[in-house]
């Protein structure tokens, strides 16, 4: 039996995060990881302020910086309707709103980081088999290399994904919302630059988000019903681009091109409980978010810095982090979940009421936004990481 102070069970972004965010500590922790490193993850990012601060306190932005794109304003509008809301980085005094990189980038600098962890032992790639907790403790089996191997902690952090092994194997039930769409991912090629602004166009049929790449490219995410993304992922090339270009408009410029698609399911899945004696969920594992307002990686990273925070106090007062510690760790998060949660959920369903008097209050509160600064102050204050409870990981380090 291996003992381990923490046991990280993902190695995805948010378990690696959380493995270089207690790099300092001197706890020694097990990060198991079902698959080997890639470089294949198509997905596209919209990081908040808060964010990328917490990837520059881990020291990983310089490695980062090369392929992020900062956004100084967001233009939110609605096809065929009047009324649009802007959001500027001036109306908060920051340099950007935020930063739009690559996945594959992020995983590329975790997994660098996790190389030189001292006190990081990984088993990758190894599957979970079995949890049980037991006597304040959590027993752990998991077949690596095709040899099974027994670790044990009085912590595990399950961050697993939307499919969690860990989520399942404690029996936690998770309320589903299946909104019937899909995301099409894509890279989309512009003829002339974008100007660091990122679009967000609701149409009859979902949304399209254009958000600012380096290069004169736009991150392209079309969410819609999947029998419409199926039909889209059908046409070429060319007639893909065509109709990219008559949904969203010319605020862009005309279209170059577009790079391979992606698709990927839309579901709001949302743990009942993120705490089970010793072990917490975190990130998808706990909650998927529909990605209308670019919540899920954001919050995600919210969570590892809460969570680290209270770690490493206990560690600063010479006290040990216990099971105990995990439900103040909730109590916590969940304020902040929930806020961000709801505004995932009610935008997606928003834009998607097919009414005239729906249309016409959207575009009363989509004017009445972009005209009262201090309630777009807010606004933005929460968009960008800025509101409410901020941990230290999340702030400029003096």
């Known amino acids: 039996m291996q003992r381990y102070d923490l046991i990280i069970v993902g190695g995805g972004l948010v378990g690696a995060g959380l493995a270089a ?17 890639s470089n294949d993850d198509p997905r596209l990012f919209a990081l908040n302020a808060g964010s990328c601060q917490f990837l520059e306190n881990l020291d990983l932005w310089p ?23 802007r959001l500027n980085r001036e109306d908060v005094g920051l340099p950007a709103l935020g930063y739009v990189i690559p996945a594959k980038h992020i995983e590329a600098a975790l997994n660098d980081e996790l190389q030189i962890l001292s006190n990081c032992t990984l088993y990758r790639p ?20 095709g040899v099974e191997k027994n670790l044990q902690a009085p912590i595990v952090i399950g961050a697993d994904g939307t499919e969690s092994t860990v989520r399942a ?12 769409q899909s995301a099409l991912v894509t890279r989309t090629m512009l003829k002339r630059s974008h100007r660091h602004i990122a679009y967000e166009r609701f149409n009859a049929e979902g949304a399209i988000a254009m958000l600012p790449l ?39 410029g005309n279209l ?23 072990v917490l969920l975190l990130g998808n594992s706990a909650h998927t978010l529909h990605p209308i307002a670019a919540q899920g990686f954001n919050l995600a990273l919210y969570e590892v810095a809460i969570l680290a ?28 979940q929930s806020a961000s949660i709801g505004v995932s959920h009610r935008l997606s369903r928003l834009f998607s009421i097919d009414s005239a008097l729906a249309g016409a209050a959207v575009q009363l509160g989509m004017i009445g936004l972009d005209i009262a600064k201090p309630v777009k102050k807010r606004f933005i204050d929460g968009m960008t990481g800025r509101a409410g409870r901020v941990p230290r990981l999340l702030l400029a380090q003096e």
């Open 309 to 336: 925070e209270g770690i490493m106090q206990k560690i600063a007062r010479n006290e040990i982090f216990t099971p105990v510690d995990l439900q103040g760790i909730q109590d916590q998060i969940q304020k902040h």
């Open 21 to 37: 965010a207690l790099r300092r500590s001197d706890l020694q922790i097990a990060l198991i990881d079902a698959r080997l490193p």
């Open 256 to 278: 170059k091109a577009v790079s391979k698609r992606h698709v990927f399911p839309l579901r709001m899945i949302r743990a009942e409980k993120m705490v089970e004696q010793g």
């Open 169 to 180: 194997q404690l029996k936690i039930h998770a309320d589903i919302f299946d909104y019937g």
């Open 126 to 145: 190894a599957k979970l088999q079995t949890l049980e907790q037991q006597d304040g403790k959590v027993l752990l089996s998991v077949i690596s290399d």
């Open 63 to 85: 490695k980062l910086k090369a392929y992020a794109a900062p956004i100084h304003q967001v233009h939110v509008s609605n096809h065929g309707h009047f009324g649009s809301v």
């Open 214 to 252: 380096s290069d004169n490219e736009c991150a392209t995410i079309w969410s819609a019903d999947t029998s419409t993304i199926s039909a889209l992922m059908a046409l070429s090339e060319t007639a893909f681009l065509d109709k990219l270009q008559k949904e969203f408009g010319y605020r862009l």
